[in-house]
């Protein structure tokens, strides 16, 4: 098979469009493109079928996905727009039975790895739009788009 190379931005707008634990580059874009089961089945051993939280190196993280509808819930809360930090706040306390000690330690940047992918997510429902982009709302506000 052949190797594209892709930068950052588009990568993660491939991710944004994967069906969490279901999903390679390949199905994506497949599904994309309208083109359908492909011919040659992926191995057994390939083969993601498991929604529950994955395995990475040292521990079990709780999927980047599961952290949309909390998100929502908090900011409809608060009239549609919070601020980053009081929403990380509620979203700990929601959230907290089901984070697990790997989510709760450091990442290589000193932030919390549950908030690093809480804050992925959040990147992904601006891209969606159904969050207004960073310029619309003052520095560290999260709010909604009149689409939700």
């Known amino acids: 098979m052949p190797t594209i190379r892709i930068d950052d931005e588009v990568?993660?707008?491939l991710q944004s469009q994967a069906r969490p634990f279901e999903d390679t580059p390949n199905t994506?874009?497949?599904?994309?493109?309208?083109l359908g089961i492909p011919s040659?089945?992926?191995p057994a051993t390939q083969k993601k079928v498991s929604p529950q939280p994955r395995i990475i190196g040292q521990g079990v993280k709780t999927p980047q996905s599961a952290f949309r509808e909390p998100i929502l819930k908090i900011l409809q809360r608060h009239g549609g727009k919070a601020d980053r930090i009081k929403v990380l706040k509620e979203l700990e306390n929601i959230m907290s039975e089901k984070l697990t000690e790997f989510d709760k330690s450091d990442i290589s940047s000193g932030t919390?790895?549950?908030q690093k992918?809480?804050?992925?997510?959040?990147r992904v429902m601006r891209e969606q739009?159904?969050?207004k982009q960073v310029h619309?709302?003052?520095?560290g506000v999260w709010a909604?788009?009149?689409k939700i």
Request: proline letters at 3%.
């Open 144 to 146: 909604l788009t009149k």
């Open 117 to 122: 992918s809480a804050e992925w997510e959040v």
């Open 40 to 42: 040659v089945q992926m």
């Open 112 to 114: 919390v790895r549950w």
């Open 28 to 34: 994506v874009l497949r599904r994309i493109a309208h």
């Open 11 to 13: 990568y993660g707008w």
């Open 136 to 139: 619309e709302e003052p520095r």
């Open 129 to 131: 739009s159904l969050l």
